[in-house]
Nanobody, 124 residues
Framework: QVQLVESGGGLVQAGDSLRLSCAGS????????MAWFRQAPGKEREFVAI????????YYLDSVKGRFTISRDNAKNTVYLQMSSLNSGDTAVYYC?????????????????WGQGTQVTVSS
């Protein structure tokens, strides 16, 4: 079983940067591609970014490309999401998740392990 705990969220102003962390326990995250999703009020959960198990390949939601960077430190069993040039559209609860089944990276059903989420609020 994998436990994931996100941290680093908060209230920031438009244009600011923020780094989210996702710490894993219970089992190594090294075997899993790891992703970040987000859910804004009244909206469905949305895929943001994913990084391969070895940290080589990454893929991003179009609207965050060039602004967000996903990374991982397998020695620390931790995944990060560096966010810059934040805008009000980035306001959401951000979740990290471990992808356990092959398929569409954006399909939440393919991720068996989720954190509890961390709130990011961007004021304009």
């Amino acid at each position: 079983q994998v436990q994931l705990v996100e941290s680093g969220g908060g209230l920031v102003q438009a244009g600011d940067s923020l780094r989210l962390s996702c710490a894993g326990s219970g089992r190594s995250l090294n075997n899993y591609p790891m992703a970040w999703f987000r859910q804004a009020p009244g909206k469905e959960r949305e895929f943001v970014a994913i990084i391969g198990s070895r940290g080589v390949s990454t893929y991003y939601l179009d609207s965050v490309k060039g602004r967000f960077t996903i990374s991982r430190d397998n020695a620390k069993n931790t995944v990060y999401l560096q966010m810059s040039s934040l805008n009000s559209g980035d306001t959401a609860v951000y979740y990290c998740a471990a992808k356990t089944r092959a398929g569409d990276n954006g399909s939440a059903a393919l991720y068996d392990y989720w954190g509890q989420g961390t709130q990011v609020t961007v004021s304009s």
